[in-house]
């Protein structure tokens, strides 16, 4: 029986085989509702919080998730396997880069181990 | 003219989640040469047709990004007279020496931090360990190369608040020209600057945004489009993080595929672009044409490529 992944930010949910990362079985199937960046764990861009389920975490920059954030749950979809189903409330954002109406470029940055604490 | 001043961008240093996936990476798949390790447990490689002892240093840390940039200058003489002018400038802060031998086969470097927040190295001397085909009625290109087989490292793209002050220090003190640029807005705001200290279009580039010290990527010289395509074979069969491409640039017109390493510190392959002579003028790109200006075949931004860094 296949780990379900749900995410709440959209209401929608989709398989994960068993040993692969969130984000990547997201791409597989084609679906949306996590930002993809590195896929390394090096850039944060897909930093979600699990908020149930087992999982486990393979490294993760700290300069996106501290040690802190992890232990309450926030990890990176890349980097996160699921030990079983999943709920995930999406953090990360892809920052709306350019925008020519404002004259230029406005990064907001990829979301920083204090800007998402609650 | 000759080349004087600053010579080349010599080396780059990256800081990679794990060491032996980041080595494999950059060995298998870029195709550069491990050539030294050292008692910090850095890394050393180089491309096939450098011919200095290294040009990219690895480092396991706990964030990915870019430690520092290095850059070889002509002499001696030349790095005394650029190291005078940088600790006069209010443009350098955080400077200081780096001991001779910190890097294996190097000379002293002197290390400084400019206005977006980046540390950069100069240094005189690095032994010449030789290219893989030698010097004496060399063969075109080596046998055994693996992966993508660039022939050197070539430049970087760094994103950073001070845009002004960083190409002020480059081209002020560090001799550098603005091979292209890319403006906004009706006062025209510089957003991009393409700096060369070479016969390149680029040497090292900044996009201007509000965080410090961010890394784009590394990029790496290839000889045709065929191995650009080749290289995009290689991301699919060795299972890369695929950033873009394969496409072209508008700016610089280079031929280009980017991708990831196993840590998300973005790498490009690329070929072609043009030859930069110092009485060329200034290529100027507007905001209303940034689509074609980054990505000339789909001409539309992407915001992964734009927003995603280390």
Same mark, same amino acid.
């Given at each position: ?65 501290s040690v ?22 999406v ?8 925008d020519a ?5 406005h ?12 | ?18 060491l ?61 007279r ?8 209010p443009?350098?802060t955080?400077t ?13 470097r ?11 190295? *100069? ?6 360990? @030789?290219c893989?085909? =030698? ?6 290109? /080596?046998? %055994? ?33 603005l ?38 990527h ?8 065929n ?14 993080? *695929? ?6 640039? @508008?700016?610089?017109? =280079? ?6 390493? /196993?840590? %998300? ?33 789909d ?12």
């Amino acid at each position: 029986m296949s780990i379900r992944i749900h995410i709440e930010n959209c209401d929608d949910s989709f398989p994960c085989p068993e040993g692969s990362n969130v984000l990547r079985a997201m791409e597989c199937l084609g679906r949306r509702g996590i930002p993809v960046g590195c896929r390394g764990g090096g850039c944060g861009v897909c930093k979600v919080r699990v908020l149930a389920g087992e999982y486990r975490n393979e490294t993760i920059s700290r300069a996106c998730v501290s040690v802190e954030e992890e232990a309450e749950g926030y990890s990176l979809a890349c980097k996160l396997i699921p030990e079983g189903d999943l709920r995930l409330r999406v953090i990360g954002k892809m920052a709306r880069s350019f925008d020519a109406t404002r004259g230029g470029f406005h990064f907001y940055g990829t979301p920083s181990a204090a800007s998402h604490r609650s | 003219m000759a080349m004087t001043g600053v010579l080349r961008p010599g080396h780059v240093a990256l800081r990679v989640l794990d060491l032996e996936q980041a080595v494999h990476h950059y060995t298998e798949v870029v195709g550069l040469s491990e050539v030294a390790r050292d008692a910090q447990g850095r890394v050393f490689l180089k491309a096939w047709d450098e011919a200095d002892h290294h040009s990219v240093v690895l480092r396991q840390a706990d964030e990915a990004g870019m430690d520092y940039m290095g850059w070889r200058v002509d002499s001696d003489a030349t790095l005394d007279r650029l190291v005078a002018e940088l600790e006069a400038s209010p443009l350098a802060t955080e400077t200081t020496w780096i001991a001779a031998g910190e890097h294996p086969h190097t000379g002293r470097r002197f290390r400084f931090t400019i206005p977006t927040g980046h540390s950069m190295e *100069l240094y005189a001397h690095r032994d010449v360990t @030789g290219c893989a085909t =030698g010097y004496l009625n060399p063969e075109p290109w /080596p046998d %055994g190369l693996k992966g993508m087989a660039p022939s050197r490292f070539d430049h970087c793209l760094l994103y950073g608040d001070d845009l002004d002050g960083t190409v002020e220090l480059f081209t002020r003190i560090l001799g550098f020209n603005l091979a292209e640029q890319v403006v906004a807005g009706p006062e025209r705001l510089q957003i991009a600057a393409f700096l060369t200290c070479s016969n390149k279009a680029h040497d090292v580039a900044f996009i201007r945004q509000p965080m410090k010290n961010k890394f784009h990527h590394a990029s790496f010289l290839l000889g045709s489009w065929n191995e650009v395509l080749k290289a995009a074979d290689i991301i699919s069969k060795k299972k890369v993080s *695929l950033d873009l491409g394969p496409t072209r640039h @508008g700016i610089t017109r =280079g031929e280009t595929i980017y991708f990831f390493d /196993p840590s %998300g510190n973005r790498n490009e392959v690329f070929a072609g672009g043009y030859i930069w002579y110092p009485d060329k003028p200034t290529i100027t790109w507007t905001d209303d044409q940034l689509g074609p200006a980054i990505f000339y075949h789909d001409r539309k931004l992407n915001e992964a490529f734009l927003s995603v860094v280390t």
